[in-house]
């Protein structure tokens, strides 16, 4: 917690926290501390890369490619979506049917323990703005804007 508190403080040091943002995030270290909504710290140190989500133009074409190069299997399908998910036994790769094809949609992030008011709350401490996005897990976009999700580790 301690290092949350001086990381908060630096960055209301150099402005890129106004006094209301540190204001809120202490606010949420004390209740945190107190027990209202106590919990296991956030493990990101064991996270995993889950899966990477891409927009492709054609699902059959894409799935027939990645199970010949990699023997990848169907593990899941959500028609009305337009996705469909392969890998080795878990999702590796997950495909969406939209434009532009070739897009990396998202890579997911899997922490163990996910709960999803906790994870929102380390992410909004650390400045990130927490989205629940279309599916499960929760979203933020890194410096680059690249989507992130986070979700329970499988």
Do not use: C, W
Not at 91 to 113: C, M, Q, T, Y
Not at 115 to 132: E, H
Request: neutral net charge.
């Amino acid at each position: 917690m301690e290092t949350l508190i001086s990381d908060l403080l630096a960055r209301f040091e150099k402005g890129s926290l106004d006094r209301r943002d540190l204001v809120r995030g202490l606010a949420l270290l004390a209740a945190s501390a107190t027990g209202a909504g106590a919990q296991e710290e956030i493990d990101f140190k064991t996270a995993n890369i889950d899966h990477i989500s891409i927009q492709v133009a054609n699902l059959q074409r894409s799935v027939d490619f990645y199970q010949k190069m990699f023997g990848f299997t169907v593990i899941s399908e959500d028609k009305p979506q337009g996705i469909v998910r392969v890998g080795n036994g878990r999702v590796l790769v997950s495909f969406n049917h939209e434009s532009p094809a070739g897009k990396i949609d998202h890579f997911s992030i899997g922490i163990p323990r996910f709960n999803k008011d906790t994870v929102t709350r380390y992410l909004q401490q650390r400045g990130a703005t927490v989205s629940d996005g279309d599916f499960a897990g929760l979203h933020i976009k890194d410096p680059d804007g690249v989507n992130v999700q986070i979700s329970s580790q499988k």
